[in-house]
Protein backbone atom coordinates (compact mmCIF):
# COMPACT_ATOMS: atom_id res chain seq x y z
CA UNK A 1 0.00 0.00 0.00
CA UNK A 2 1.50 3.34 -1.31
CA UNK A 3 1.60 6.39 1.40
CA UNK A 4 -0.68 9.33 -0.19
CA UNK A 5 0.32 11.81 2.85
CA UNK A 6 2.58 14.60 1.34
CA UNK A 7 5.88 14.77 2.66
CA UNK A 8 5.96 15.42 6.88
CA UNK A 9 8.42 18.42 6.35
CA UNK A 10 6.32 19.62 3.84
CA UNK A 11 2.57 19.39 5.89
CA UNK A 12 5.21 21.12 8.44
CA UNK A 13 6.22 24.19 6.27
CA UNK A 14 2.76 24.86 5.03
CA UNK A 15 1.64 24.51 8.53
CA UNK A 16 4.10 26.76 10.24
CA UNK A 17 3.57 28.98 7.42
CA UNK A 18 -0.45 29.83 8.26
CA UNK A 19 0.43 29.65 11.84
CA UNK A 20 1.08 33.54 12.27
CA UNK A 21 -2.66 34.17 10.63
CA UNK A 22 -3.96 31.00 12.63
CA UNK A 23 -2.73 33.24 15.70
CA UNK A 24 -3.95 36.11 14.43
CA UNK A 25 -7.46 34.90 14.12
CA UNK A 26 -7.45 33.35 17.88
CA UNK A 27 -8.54 29.95 15.93
CA UNK A 28 -8.18 27.08 18.83
CA UNK A 29 -4.81 25.65 18.10
CA UNK A 30 -5.63 22.17 19.96
CA UNK A 31 -8.30 21.33 17.69
CA UNK A 32 -5.97 21.01 14.78
CA UNK A 33 -4.69 18.04 12.99
CA UNK A 34 -1.43 18.55 12.12
CA UNK A 35 -0.74 19.47 15.50
CA UNK A 36 -2.29 15.91 17.38
CA UNK A 37 0.14 14.17 14.81
CA UNK A 38 3.29 16.43 15.02
CA UNK A 39 4.99 17.02 18.19
CA UNK A 40 7.63 19.41 16.63
CA UNK A 41 4.81 21.52 15.48
CA UNK A 42 2.92 21.45 18.81
CA UNK A 43 6.17 22.22 20.84
CA UNK A 44 6.73 25.42 18.56
CA UNK A 45 3.12 26.24 19.13
CA UNK A 46 3.46 25.40 22.70
CA UNK A 47 6.46 27.70 22.90
CA UNK A 48 5.08 30.58 21.14
CA UNK A 49 1.40 30.09 22.95
CA UNK A 50 4.02 30.89 26.53
CA UNK A 51 5.84 33.93 25.24
CA UNK A 52 2.58 35.45 24.34
CA UNK A 53 1.35 34.74 27.70
CA UNK A 54 4.25 36.01 29.29
CA UNK A 55 4.48 39.40 26.79
CA UNK A 56 1.13 40.09 28.05
CA UNK A 57 2.75 40.18 31.61
CA UNK A 58 5.12 43.28 30.39
CA UNK A 59 4.28 46.70 31.96
CA UNK A 60 1.57 47.63 29.22
CA UNK A 61 3.51 50.83 27.09
CA UNK A 62 1.12 53.76 27.34
CA UNK A 63 1.66 56.76 24.82
CA UNK A 64 2.91 59.82 26.06
CA UNK A 65 0.21 62.80 27.06
CA UNK A 66 -0.65 65.29 24.49
CA UNK A 67 1.01 68.33 26.36
CA UNK A 68 4.21 66.01 26.32
CA UNK A 69 3.79 66.35 22.44
CA UNK A 70 3.05 69.94 22.74
CA UNK A 71 6.12 70.51 24.38
CA UNK A 72 8.33 69.01 22.16
CA UNK A 73 6.32 71.06 19.40
CA UNK A 74 7.08 74.56 21.40
CA UNK A 75 10.99 73.31 21.91
CA UNK A 76 11.43 72.98 18.23
CA UNK A 77 9.49 76.01 17.40
CA UNK A 78 11.74 77.95 19.66
CA UNK A 79 15.20 76.41 18.51
CA UNK A 80 13.63 77.33 15.02
CA UNK A 81 13.02 80.74 15.44
CA UNK A 82 16.38 81.30 17.33
CA UNK A 83 18.41 79.56 14.47
CA UNK A 84 16.42 82.29 12.11
CA UNK A 85 17.53 84.87 14.53
CA UNK A 86 21.15 83.86 14.51
CA UNK A 87 23.91 85.58 12.70
CA UNK A 88 25.42 83.47 9.59
CA UNK A 89 28.76 82.28 10.38
CA UNK A 90 31.15 81.56 7.86
CA UNK A 91 33.43 78.65 7.99
Given at each position: ?26 TD ?40 W ?22
Open positions: MTDTRPNHSQDCAEFQEKLPDLFESQLSSLQHLKTCENCAALVRDLEYIAQQAKLLLPIHDPSPEVDRIENAMQQDTASDAAAPATRS
